[in-house]
């Protein structure tokens, strides 16, 4: 799993999938139900605005998009089935929260790869080893094509 580039939301030419997405991660980030157009609006001073603090991320299983990361503010995010508002994972103080031990665990490895895991947060070294014990199994797929004759 792989996490895509990371780009800004803007609400021009926002499919309505992801404006639910949006409505969706805010209610899980603050309690309240507003609309993705009340949740980038012009910030009036205090300091609610998600305009310019908000990017969107697809995260890759091989080439097929399987989930939609939204990554607000500086420590909050949260992870959707593609194209749907089931949350399955969320960032909170910048730590990675899944009930899913094994999808954890794959957030958690492209999180780090992606250098998207402050390696102060508590879990670091745990998906820092699962990275690191995945590289000689990725090397050992790549294969070279056969030297001409």
């Known amino acids: 799993m792989r996490i895509g580039a990371r780009q800004p939301v803007e609400l021009n030419g926002m499919t309505g999938a992801a404006r639910a997405q949006i409505v969706a991660a805010g209610k899980l980030y603050d309690g309240e139900d507003k609309t993705a157009e009340e949740r980038f609006a012009e910030d009036d001073g205090s300091e609610t605005s998600w305009k310019g603090y908000c990017f969107y991320a697809p995260i890759f299983d091989g080439d097929e998009v399987v989930y939609d990361a939204y990554f607000i503010s500086v420590d909050s995010g949260t992870f959707f089935h593609a ?12 730590g990675l929260e899944c009930e899913d031990k094994a999808l954890r665990d794959e957030l958690g490895v492209a999180m780090v790869s992606a250098n998207l895991l402050p390696p102060a947060d508590g879990s670091y070294a745990h998906f820092k080893a699962l990275l690191d014990a995945e590289a000689p199994a990725r090397a050992r797929t790549i294969t070279k094509d056969p030297a001409p004759s």
């Open 83 to 94: 194209g749907t508002i089931e949350a399955v994972a969320g960032i909170i103080q910048f």
